[in-house]
C-alpha cells in the first residue's frame, strides 16, 4: 500500500455564518484552508472523545470471540494466512473500520471457504471478485 493516498473525501454541509467565521480564520492565516480547519476541527473533537472510543475498542476487543475478527486501523489477510487458515479449517469473520486489504492473489475459493462475513466502514483493497461475494461496494 505504499505510495497510497490513505485520505477519504467526505462531503459536509455547514450553514454560512460557521462557513463565514473558518474563511475569515484562513484569510487570517491561522490556516492553511478549509481543510486545514477542518482537520483540525475533527481532530479535536476525537481527542475529546478518547475515552469513549477507548471504551468502545476495549470492549468490542474483549468481546470478539474466536474466529471473530474485530479490528480499527489497519488489517490485511494474506494468502499465506488464508491458506494456512483453510489447512486448519478454521473460519473467520471480519468487521472492522479503517484499511481492510485482502491478498489479490489469494485462492478467492479457500477465501470464501474461510472468511464467512465481512463488516466493514473504510477502504479495502482486493479483488471485485471478492467485493461482489460478500457485497462490498
Do not use: Q
Not at 12 to 19: D, E, F, K, R
Not at 68 to 87: D, P, Q, R, S, V
Not at 108 to 126: M, N, P, T
Amino acid at each position: 500500500m505504499k505510495n497510497e493516498n490513505l485520505s477519504e473525501k467526505v462531503s459536509v454541509n455547514i450553514n454560512s455564518s460557521t462557513l463565514s467565521e473558518i474563511d475569515l480564520l484562513v484569510d487570517n492565516g491561522y490556516y492553511s484552508n478549509r481543510s486545514d480547519f477542518i482537520n483540525h476541527a475533527l481532530h479535536s473533537a476525537l481527542r475529546e472523545e478518547r475515552s469513549t472510543i477507548n471504551r468502545i475498542i476495549e470492549s468490542n476487543t474483549k468481546s470478539s470471540r474466536s474466529g471473530n475478527n474485530w479490528f480499527i486501523g489497519i488489517y490485511g489477510l494474506t494468502a499465506k494466512e488464508i491458506e494456512e487458515m483453510h489447512a486448519k479449517g478454521e473460519k473467520l469473520s471480519l468487521t472492522g473500520y479503517g484499511i481492510l486489504t485482502i491478498d489479490t492473489n489469494c485462492d478467492e475459493e479457500k477465501l470464501f471457504r474461510v472468511v464467512e462475513s465481512i463488516k466493514h466502514r473504510g477502504k479495502i483493497k482486493c479483488s471485485p471478485t471478492v467485493k461482489a461475494h460478500y457485497g462490498i461496494k
